[in-house]
Nanobody
Framework: QVQLAESGGGLVQPGGSLRLSCAASRSDFRLNVMGWGRQVSGKGRELVAAITSGGSTNYVDSVKGRFTISRDNANTVDLQMNSLKPEDTAVYFC???????????WGKGTLVTVSS
């Protein structure tokens, strides 16, 4: 098992930037995919960015060109968010998946508020 812990949320003005970070509790537990999801109150959780252990990335259309995901080899993943919009306001969750055990993991979340 592994726990994921996020940091870096907060309040930012529209057009501003914010960087989220996530660290897994174990560096020896393989997470084939890591990513970031977000959830607005009353709606489902959406995986907005993902990165494989090989460095391949994927983004939903709404964040392409504005968000950049990166990871190192020790099960940490960052999300650089630029040109933030009010509709980006959500709780952001770190995500990890292990293929061998077919297990998915989510952090507890960090709130990002984009408002003037």
């Amino acid at each position: 098992q592994v726990q994921l812990a996020e940091s870096g949320g907060g309040l930012v003005q529209p057009g501003g930037s914010l960087r989220l970070s996530c660290a897994a509790s174990r560096s020896d537990f393989r997470l084939n995919v890591m990513g970031w999801g977000r959830q607005v109150s009353g709606k489902g959780r959406e995986l907005v960015a993902a990165i494989t252990s090989g460095g391949s990335t994927n983004y939903v259309d709404s964040v392409k060109g504005r968000f950049t995901i990166s990871r190192d080899n020790a099960n940490t993943v960052d999300l650089q968010m630029n040109s933030l919009k009010p509709e980006d306001t959500a709780v952001y969750f770190c995500y990890g998946k292990n293929f061998a055990f077919n297990m998915e993991y989510w952090g507890k979340g960090t709130l990002v508020t984009v408002s003037s």
